[in-house]
């Protein structure tokens, strides 16, 4: 059944986000095929309420642009239009788009801001961002979030639940690297939260997992949630082809056309967009990080942003660059490194805050996992040099299991899952039969460290995002935690010290 004419242009600024997201392998085949698209759009009307667009700012063509993408918190078309049911907005982040300063700068807003919300009588009143798209929709929302950053936002972009599942199932879902494993369902009693059953390790992930893992926050924060979302940003793109969208593009646009809303509907705007998108798309994503602060006042749980934190972040955004070091800080994350830092073990010849600990190959779960694997031939290696602080997870702390690829071969896998000693935060060890799993084929380089070659992966901010190693048996790395807390000296002494489980 093809859209209606209500629905064509709400898939437009979804799609293209995808697009952009995606690696470029041929940007005018691209055009040439988005191009008819366009013209076919250009004859229905706009999905968006006046209010919403005319809250917009204007841009000449050519230069670059804002997109504030809104995911919203409900399922349905129904809900989608019916924003001023109560709808939050769950997910806000700003895109900004500018090929001539070489890359595409991503930002995540926690919802739980403190932020001046417009007021239908006139004037603000302060609450958390996401009740902006409840009190008014988008045109609140945009206002809202202009007012608290000082920057022009030229596009809005409203992403449904619905969209964001049924497009992972259509790209045949992604891989992820899932740091530990997230499980809810509301057994406990207690406060309700999201159900969530997403096991330790790298596995594809689709639509509904995909969905649940991006949004969840229960025993973690904002900060986490949102280098969350921008982790799976990066991956998406590094696994997605621009010519698979556009063979694909009649179903995303039934997607699309259901679950989203957007003011880019003109063939100009379309074309405009899509151009500056496919030129920005092979150019590297810059996760800009939220400079914001946390109360360690339990009762307060709002997310503050200093005038000098927001001066930083702002030229930070607009100049696309990345923050150095970790993706994430807040205060009551600062508050707790300096604590844990002060108590960490100091070793010659490692890097500071590591410990060895070779006597953990005698842990019970590393030797039933070795056991496991010992059918798939896989060797196991744990770390024997660690942080002083946390430790091994207390649910799948060691993990034996099966990669299972898009084509159902299966190669025999484990992940070993330790707390990072801060809320939300855990790295890992990760191994694999698979030879050439998606994760190893980005960019990387290459250094020599205690006999090993070890491959290193970049992240934003100049953080080793993980680092792999290649055996005759398998391929094993390293992986940083969601917001890259651990320094490149303490990922290389981890990665360097991984020592076989006998057997």
Same mark, same amino acid.
């Given at each position: ?8 242009? &709400? ?12 690696? $470029? ?39 670059? &642009? ?28 700003? @895109?900004?788009?500018?090929?001539? #300063?070489?890359?595409?700068? $991503? ?8 932020? #001046?919300?417009?007021? /239908? ?6 609450? /958390? ?15 809202? @979030? ?7 936002? =030229? =596009?809005? $972009? ?28 509301? +057994? ?29 926050? =229960? ?17 998406? /793109? ?35 967009? !899509?151009? *500056? ?5 092979? #150019? ?6 939220? %400079? ?6 339990? +009762?307060?749980?709002? @997310? ?14 607009? &100049? ?12 009551? @994350? ?31 779960? !590393? ?10 031939? *896989? ?19 060691? %993990? ?17 899952? !330790? ?5 939300g935060q855990y790295y890992g060890v990760q191994g694999t039969t698979w030879r050439r799993p998606p994760i190893l084929d980005e960019q990387h380089r290459s250094v020599e460290r205690n006999g090993r070659k070890l491959e290193l992966y970049g992240a934003p901010g100049g953080r080793y995002r993980l680092i792999a190693w290649r055996t005759p048996k398998g391929v ?24 076989? $489980?006998?057997?």
């Amino acid at each position: 059944m093809q859209p209606t004419k209500r629905q064509w242009p &709400q898939y437009i600024g979804a799609f293209f986000v995808i697009v952009l997201l995606a690696g $470029v392998a041929s940007a005018s085949a691209a055009l040439l095929q988005l191009e008819g698209v366009s013209d076919t759009i250009e004859e229905f009307g706009t999905a968006l309420d006046t209010e919403a667009k005319g809250a917009l700012d204007d841009v000449p063509p050519g230069k670059p &642009q804002t997109l504030l993408l809104i995911g919203s918190d409900k399922r349905s078309k129904k809900a989608v239009d019916g924003y001023r049911e109560a709808a939050l907005s769950d997910t806000l982040m700003l @895109v900004r788009l500018d090929p001539e #300063q070489g890359a595409t700068a $991503v930002m995540s807003i926690p919802r739980d801001t403190k932020a #001046q919300i417009p007021t /239908k009588g006139g004037g603000f009143r302060t609450a /958390k961002i996401n009740e902006a798209f409840s009190d008014g929709g988008p045109n609140y929302s945009i206002r809202s @979030v202009r007012k608290l950053l000082d920057v022009p936002i =030229h =596009h809005v $972009v409203i992403i449904n639940f619905g969209a964001f599942q049924r497009a992972v199932n259509r790209l045949g879902c992604l891989y992820q690297d899932i740091d530990r494993t997230y499980f809810n369902d509301n +057994s406990q009693g207690g406060d309700r939260y999201a159900t969530i059953d997403v096991k330790s390790g790298y596995q594809l992930l689709c639509g509904q997992d995909s969905l649940d893992w991006v949004r969840y926050r =229960h025993l973690d924060s904002d900060f986490v949630r949102g280098a969350r979302q921008q982790e799976f940003l990066r991956s998406a /793109k590094s696994q997605i082809a621009a010519s698979q969208i556009v063979n694909d593009r009649k179903t995303l646009i039934r997607i699309f056309a259901t679950y989203s809303q957007t003011d880019i509907t003109s063939s100009t705007a379309i074309l405009s967009l !899509l151009k *500056l998108a496919l030129n920005s798309a092979e #150019q590297p994503v810059r996760n800009v990080k939220f %400079r914001g602060d946390t109360s360690l006042d339990p +009762s307060d749980t709002f @997310v503050t942003i200093s005038d000098k934190n927001l001066a930083t972040m702002r030229r930070e955004f607009t &100049q696309l660059r990345a923050a150095r070091g970790a993706s994430a800080d807040s205060t009551e @994350v600062e508050t707790v490194r300096k604590k844990t830092t002060k108590k960490a073990v100091k070793k010659r010849g490692l890097a500071k805050g590591l410990i060895r600990v070779p006597s953990e190959v005698g842990k019970p779960e !590393l030797a039933k996992a070795s056991f496991d694997l010992a059918g798939g031939k *896989l060797p196991l290696y744990f770390p024997s040099v660690r942080l002083a602080q946390g430790g091994y997870t207390s649910t799948d702390g060691v %993990r034996a299991y099966d990669i299972v690829s898009r084509t159902k071969k299966r190669y025999p896998s484990f992940r070993i899952s !330790l707390y990072y000693g801060e809320n939300g935060q855990y790295y890992g060890v990760q191994g694999t039969t698979w030879r050439r799993p998606p994760i190893l084929d980005e960019q990387h380089r290459s250094v020599e460290r205690n006999g090993r070659k070890l491959e290193l992966y970049g992240a934003p901010g100049g953080r080793y995002r993980l680092i792999a190693w290649r055996t005759p048996k398998g391929v094993y790395w390293v992986s940083n935690t969601v917001s890259n807390r651990l320094t490149n000296a303490q990922m290389l002494d981890i990665a360097s010290n991984l020592r076989r $489980v006998p057997g």
